[in-house]
């Protein structure tokens, strides 16, 4: 009986909640996608490619129906996992050409992606893919960092820079939220605005409330198809610690996960939660609370 309850956990921990594996998107509503890449541009904490496995681990921790609604969200989505793309350490073009041609198979037939990084650079190869599929895509992205620095590179740090230089999104209508901290480099700030982006530091988000800034950005989106990406270096690291760039100021999960509530009514075409570094984890727990955040994300799916 105790060897069966031991295969019972490991066959949990192999795919997101335990809900069924497959290589193909079938009929599923909404699936996961797991991207096990960073480009080791950190300069002290490298581990993110790690993070996928850990986050369905933790996964199994989570029950599967709503207290609040009684849904479950993999049986109502039809929901599948699709496994981790098979990326190229050593060359992050060809590994972006690999989750970009991922997550073409993953949106072929409609499906919501939900993606499980990985470090900040998967987001471009994600937008790529998502722009061909979804004209006037829009982002909302939830990060103490902008992700978007003067740079040439492609990088942990220029996703959101080369979104923009490729045309692949809708800068005016979309949102970084949650930017706190210092940088590396002067004028950050500015250069998100001066290239489109809306900009709410965590300051300002705490200071006007999360449903007066969710507000607008309902208002300003509106229809529009979005790809909301979540970094968790957007909780403050007391509760999530093992992230790539930890900044202290940072949401309490209750405040994180009261923002995904908020995204109720945007069209949600895909969601992005990254930047886990298991080495610097060891409880788990920035794991589960990614997790986390994913479960309230297919619920946000499925209540749609």
């Not at 990084?117 to 960092?145: C, E, I, N, T, W």
């Not at 620095?149 to 080369?162: D, G, I, K, M, V």
């Amino acid at each position: 009986m105790a060897n069966q309850g031991n295969n019972t956990a490991q066959k949990i921990s192999n795919t997101f909640m335990g809900m069924p594996s497959s290589v193909q998107p079938l009929q599923a509503k909404a699936v996961i996608l797991g991207l096990p890449y960073d480009c080791g541009s950190d300069p002290e904490r490298i581990g993110a490619r790690l993070a996928p496995q850990s986050i369905r681990q933790q996964s199994a921790l989570i029950s599967h129906y709503c207290g609040n609604t009684g849904i479950n969200p993999i049986e109502h989505l039809k929901m599948l996992d699709l496994g981790d793309v098979s990326v190229d350490l050593d060359c992050i073009e060809k590994t972006y050409d690999a989750i970009e041609t991922a997550m073409n198979r993953a949106i072929c037939n409609a499906a919501v992606p939900i993606t499980l990084g990985g470090d900040g650079s998967v987001a471009l190869p994600q937008m790529r893919a998502l722009a061909k599929q979804y004209p006037d895509l829009v982002v909302v992205h939830l990060d103490a960092h902008t992700d978007a620095y003067p740079l040439q590179e492609f990088s942990n740090a220029t996703p959101f820079s080369h979104a923009v230089s490729e045309q692949l999104i809708n800068a005016h209508c979309s949102f970084h939220i949650g930017r706190g901290g210092g940088h590396f480099f002067p004028g950050v700030a500015d250069y998100c605005r001066e290239l489109g982006y809306n900009l709410i530091d965590m300051q300002e988000l705490l200071h006007r409330g999360i449903s007066d800034v969710f507000e607008q950005v309902r208002s300003c989106i509106g229809e529009k198809p979005v790809y909301l990406c979540f970094d968790m270096d957007f909780f403050d690291p007391s509760v999530a610690p093992g992230v790539c760039s930890p900044t202290f100021g940072g949401a309490s999960p209750r405040e994180g996960l009261q923002i995904i509530k908020a995204c109720k009514g945007l069209n949600i075409v895909a969601a992005d939660v990254n930047t886990i570094s298991p080495p610097h984890d060891p409880q788990g727990i920035s794991a589960l609370l990614a997790a986390n955040v994913v479960y309230e994300i297919m619920l946000l799916l499925a209540e749609k």
